[in-house]
């Protein structure tokens, strides 16, 4: 068996690894930290090869972008196994006031929202609201075209900003405008075959960039799993109210669907609501959920891909930390080209992986950072506590000029008491059927 990955982050680094436990993985393009032979004696190589030229059993599209843009619809018609949904169920990443009309019409609870593309109507809009506000891009900005603020002034400049095209170009000509929800944030990935979906252990993912949720939203500056707070019932819930009813609206529409739902959700007193949906597996959440995951990741994927969706996974007990290290100015610029030291040395300490999620080889050979978010370590530990001491203790290794990360990932889950293996015992009889 051979895969294809799609990308060349963290999360598509993650994969790899997870894949490699059961085939060849060839990832198009990948970066300098993926090849290597896996412990079960598989191969990973990457390759500028385009994905439509790489010969592969199964081909896993990492990122939202290039699903977007058809890449997935563009495989299928040359008969190519793909795990990923084409342009139709994209959109509901590539266009956030699509998707949430589809949210009003499957009746999945949501922030209170409005669509606009004019300045005066989403400023009156936003004065109906009672504070703090949310302005979102319509379009795709990398996780970082979301304001969330308490200051209505902040909240109209941004506004203006996004409709001029001044801030996010295109991607911001249209704008949603939210209110603030408050409560604890939890990332639900489920692998969904078109007719039946099956969920993935939940994580935590920390959106700010940085200590105590401060300053501005990012990609992901780290994430846990399993998260304490989101028991078994509370999956159960979050699935019956948010995943299968917006799945049985794509189905209606006679979206055929098959990759990764990502429900993002917040934990208000009312409940859980959806905050956004994507349609591909989360970064960093991925590098904590797959380790976790004691079954065969391509025969999981592959099922999804095929339509026959059967099998149950099984969890670790074990808890997931990862940290991601950033290059200075991330997310309003980032610093490239410097020279990164230590990478061998964190990954020897016990239970740690290090990801490469934004690195490239400069003249000499040497692995240098080429991007905003660069390397992630990710450790595996019987507790969330001691996965977070594993991996900060790894992190002191690394080093580069301008390196950042935040110090608090999964600090208040490693201080609950609630037992750590909450939800890594999900079973399900079978992959349920939605409507
Ligand atoms: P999104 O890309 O829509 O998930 O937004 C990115 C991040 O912004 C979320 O993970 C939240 O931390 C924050 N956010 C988005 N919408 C809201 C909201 N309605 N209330 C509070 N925080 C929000
Ligand atoms: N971790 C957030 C995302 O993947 O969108």
Redesign the pocket.
Known sequence: MKVCVVGSGGREHALALALGRSADVVVTPGNPGMPAVTSEGWQITVTDAPPEAVDADLVVVGPEQPLVDGLADRLRAMDRLVFGPGVDGALLEGS?GFMKDLLAEACVP??R?GTFDTLVEATAFLRELPG?W?V?TDGLAG?K??L?TDSIGEAEADIAAKLSGSSFGDAGRKVVV?????GP?CSLLALCDGKRVVPLAPAQ?F??VADG?DGP?TGGMGAYSPVPVADERLVDRMLDEAVEPLLGVLRRRGIDYRGVLYA?L?LTDDGP?V??Y?VRFGDPETQVVLPRLDEDLTGLLAEAATGRLRTEPRWRRDACVCVVLASEGYPISSRTGELIEGLEAAGDHEGVTVLHAGTRLDDEGRIVTAGGRVIDVSALAPSIHEARERAYLAIRDVSWPGMHYRTDIAAAAASTSAPTVANSSMRFEQARPFS
Do not use: F, Q, S
């Open positions: 956030k949501t922030a929202y703090p949310v979102k996780g075209g979301v969330v939210e209110e603030a929800l408050a944030e993912d959106k700010r949720d939203n993002g917040i609501k905050l956004e994507n």
